[in-house]
């Protein structure tokens, strides 16, 4: 879990300092994008950095806690070999890493969030949650995890060119 952690940890910092970097050198819009784990943290990355540019996700979650513990993952995993409080430990540490608990963006409303109605692996509250917190709208898609991705990439491309105008 720790190498679980400081990979997210990791990936935020980096990503921080290019948008940083980036922003000082580019005349044009610097924003964030990802899938699944991507997407969360690529909005962690938009909240700590107080991003103005475009943002998009697809298939976020809110927190770590709901696809490990709550998604089809949960079923990998044999919290009862951990001992008692495993899972209410494990929670408490991945919901330090819940996007709600953080201030929206600057630009939070021009976010495009795109999630599954059908996903097993984030739980369709999850980015509903996070599209509510930051007053973004949020695409459904009829599809799963995967789908979003590969059944419907063209709308992901058409989403991702309207945020970014390009």
Known sequence: MHEFLQLGFGTVQEARGLL?????????PVGVYGFS??????????????????????????TPASVFLDG??????????????????????????????????????????IAGRRDGIVPPSEP????????????????GHVGAVTLHRARVRRTLAEAFRL
Do not use: K, N, Y
């Open 128 to 143: 509903a949650a996070i599209a509510r917190h930051w007053g973004a709208p949020l695409t459904w898609l009829e599809t």
């Open 37 to 62: 784990m991507g997407g969360h943290l690529a909005l962690l990355t938009a909240a700590l950095q107080r991003l103005d540019g475009p943002m998009v996700a697809v298939a976020p979650s809110c």
């Open 72 to 113: 089809m993952l949960a079923a990998g995993s044999s919290l009862q070999a951990l001992g008692e409080d495993a899972e209410t430990r494990l929670r408490e540490l991945l919901d330090r890493f819940r996007v709600t608990s953080l201030p929206p963006p600057p630009a939070a409303s021009r976010a495009a969030i």
């Open 20 to 28: 940083a970097g980036m922003r000082a050198r580019c005349d044009r």
